[in-house]
């Protein structure tokens, strides 16, 4: 039993942000799949996709921070430059981060952790919608 | 064929940790799987599963320096620090790696590289015991 | 539907390489695919597999810049250091990048966004042939 669906989310400004929400209104046929697996992929290369804490907003900022000390812009051997100064950074973060998850299901639900969330990471600073596939497997 | 079950590992130190074995000891129904995917999920935001280098204990110490370097604790940016400070710098190692592996299935066995095993990465003090969600797919 | 074929890489210079096409000769089986997923794992640990930028090869010149800065050789906590000063970063940034990808596949192709191409990043100096273990599922 397979499934896929490409949604584009609306623009989110630089930062990690939750879509824990805005990813299981898409996908309500999650609840006929008894085992199965969620893969969500994001098709760019400057934003990305991580699951963390989702309780506390300040881990988000604090995401944020790292990355930012972690892969500076401006940084003195960059070639890749003439599409603004947040680009090869936001490169470089997207695949230290993901490109995709791939989340068990389990009884018609994603079966995280408690305190687990999916992060959608904006790394530039105007980058716009992002789009995501979703492909959805499992059995009855 | 679809196969899931959650697992707990006993508490581990801080640090990097092989579990191939600990693994394969939950799954037997693998010997039936002739190609397949094993999936595995840490229900956690503060420990990761990488895979690496299985043979020298070495590799899995420097692994536990360079992280602790490269994402320090007291990071004078850091705001989410009511949980100790091994806590935010779990969280973004926890991303940095992964929250999940999937490794091939072939004939039976877990189709990995000579020198590749699984790692539990604990990067808390005191993580305790850690909840893995272990899917396996494939055909006979 | 499954399919598994393990294909070795020629041997490539240390950095960061586009690899699209080497994997789309060897997965022609994919026109057959309507919903599925392809997973490439790779059988090492000191070269890794992401998702980046396909058009600009300097964007791949600048992350082979990037992570010897952030993982350098002979950081002087090093123990593992008998197989040369380029092992130890090796591992590590075969764990920050990925051991394996599970990329979307919809109407026989690749799902991937505008710019994705697959990068081999080779972080040894003489890593030689690379194996890389393809297994793709799916419904017709």
Redesign the interface.
């Known amino acids: 039993m ?3 669906k490409q949604i584009s989310l609306n623009a989110k400004s630089r930062g990690f942000h939750l879509i824990t929400n805005e990813i299981l209104q898409t996908i309500s046929g999650i609840k006929n799949i008894k ?3 969620l ?1 969500i ?5 400057s934003a990305s996709l ?4 989702d309780a ?1 907003p ?2 988000r ?3 944020e ?2 990355f930012n ?3 500076p812009e401006n ?1 003195p ?4 430059t003439f599409e603004g100064t947040d680009d ?1 950074p936001a ?2 973060k ?11 299901i ?1 009884d018609g639900k994603l ?6 969330g999916i ?1 959608l990471c904006e790394h530039r600073n105007h980058g716009g919608s992002r ?1 995501l ?1 979703l ?1 959805m ?3 009855n």
């Open positions: 397979w499934f896929q085992i199965g697996l893969h992929f994001i098709k760019h290369t991580t699951i963390n804490e506390d300040t881990v900022q604090d995401f921070s790292h000390q972690a892969v940084a051997f960059y070639k890749h090869m490169h470089l997207a695949s230290i981060l993901d490109s995709s998850l791939c989340i068990p389990t079966n995280m952790g408690t305190w687990q992060y789009k596939l492909t497997q499992g059995e």
